[in-house]
């Protein structure tokens, strides 16, 4: 039976309807959701009620996982391929760590040199309203650029920062901060990547890159700023509204997202990431 589609977005997306990814899949019906991964750049798989072990062996079938030693405070104490996306308070009461994640623009781990190949992100618990995540098509925005502008950056190369995000308490910020310059050190990266299976050119940018390598943070600020804006013009953009037990898959190669929060943060927003790993992609550069 031939999968079935619906759009999301003109941009990028779609819903894989009546996926059940708790029940055996073969091959060849995983390979037309992995074909729809590669056309489409995110897929939404609706009404997965299922286990912590399901979704990571489900997440198995993209690719080896992260077992996010670069986010430790941030991984399942009993899962580390599973990254926390939450505002539920830690154990000993002091504010979650990630409450904030993915609040700029950015594709997973591109501050590493294993930068994501894919994300599943899927909703424990969701706010009455709001709580969306916004994603954009970088392959779109990169093909829509002029010619003198994709000759301009062809060869430039962003310097990603992580332990950027806003934390709320300042002294775990400042503890946070220090700690992930440590785990991971600034990381350069193409501008202009290649997807190494569609071999589709993709701005690769977003809000962690500072500068470009080889210039200030002065001289590089207008263009990183106007790329950003470029790619996340609202014709390249699709806003997905969560509902409880939605599974999100997005291709980090040729999309990047953002985190809105647009709800009240005295309810409960829970949600659990699995990192596919990429290809090697970047080098480490001094600060």
Request: some cysteine; charged content about 25%.
């Amino acid at each position: 039976m031939a999968l079935k589609l619906r759009r999301l977005s003109n941009a990028l997306g779609v819903e894989v309807c009546d996926a059940d990814v708790s029940k055996p899949m073969s091959e060849a019906a995983f390979g037309e959701i992995y074909q729809a991964f590669l056309n489409y750049g995110i897929l939404l798989l609706r009404n997965q009620d299922i286990t912590r072990e399901q979704h990571i062996e489900f997440s198995r079938r993209f690719g080896e996982l992260d077992r996010h030693d670069a986010l430790p405070r941030d991984r399942h104490p009993k899962h580390p391929e599973l990254l926390l996306v939450t505002n539920e308070p830690n154990p000993d009461g002091t504010p979650s760590d990630s409450r904030y994640t993915g609040r700029q623009w950015h594709s997973d781990m591109s501050f590493t040199t294993t930068p994501s190949l894919g994300s599943l992100l899927r909703s424990h618990v969701i706010p009455e309203v709001g709580g969306d995540t916004l994603f954009a098509n970088m392959t779109m925005a990169y093909e829509t650029l002029s010619d003198g502008m994709k000759e301009l950056i062809a060869d430039l190369h962003g310097i990603h920062m992580s332990g950027t995000r806003k934390i709320a308490n300042e002294a775990t910020g400042t503890v946070r901060a220090a700690e992930q310059k440590r785990i991971n050190p600034p990381v350069a990266q193409p501008v202009v990547r290649v997807h190494p299976e569609t071999g589709r050119k993709a701005l690769y940018l977003g809000e962690k890159v500072s500068r470009f390598d080889g210039m200030t943070e002065e001289e590089s600020k207008p263009l990183i700023d106007y790329l950003n804006r470029h790619a996340t013009r609202p014709e390249f953009v699709y806003r997905h509204q969560w509902r409880k037990h939605d599974i999100v898959v997005w291709d980090n190669r040729c999309t990047m997202h953002q985190a809105l929060g647009d709800f009240d943060e005295t309810q409960r927003r829970h949600m659990e990431r699995t990192t596919v790993l990429g290809t090697p992609s970047g080098y480490v550069v001094a600060a």
